[in-house]
């Protein structure tokens, strides 16, 4: 979480990768920019693919005192999958990781 020391400006990014091993399976996930504890646009969303980094590059006007939060959607840490013959396949990861929350 970031708190505003003054009334400006800021440039904030915000990245991340998904920790999945390829497979067939794509899989997404996703993060928010939160300010004040609430979402205040929808191009303050982050969808992140299996694969590739996610980047999100925005400016936004904050207050003395407002804050910057990120909240990251649907965290597992394992998908579970049937297979033909009925047996469970279990995959680790699918959770975020390098998240980088950078504010200038």
């Known amino acids: 979480m970031f708190t505003a020391p003054s009334s400006r400006k800021y440039l904030v990014?915000?990245?991340?990768?998904?920790?999945?091993?390829?497979s067939k399976n794509a899989y997404l996930?996703?993060?928010l920019l939160r300010k004040n504890g609430k979402v205040t646009s929808l191009d303050d969303y982050l969808?992140?693919?299996?694969?590739?980094?996610?980047?999100?590059?925005?400016?936004?006007q904050l207050y003395a005192g407002d804050t910057l939060s990120v909240y990251?959607?649907?965290?597992?840490?394992?998908?579970?999958?049937?297979?033909?013959?009925?047996?469970?396949?279990?995959?680790?990861g699918f959770f975020l990781e390098d998240i980088k929350f950078c504010i200038f």
């Open 72 to 92: 990251v959607g649907r965290q597992v840490d394992r998908k579970y999958q049937y297979g033909s013959s009925g047996t469970l396949d279990l995959y680790d």
């Open 47 to 60: 969808l992140v693919e299996h694969g590739k980094v996610a980047d999100l590059r925005t400016e936004v």
């Open 13 to 22: 990014t915000l990245t991340a990768m998904l920790n999945t091993l390829p």
């Open 29 to 31: 996930c996703s993060a």
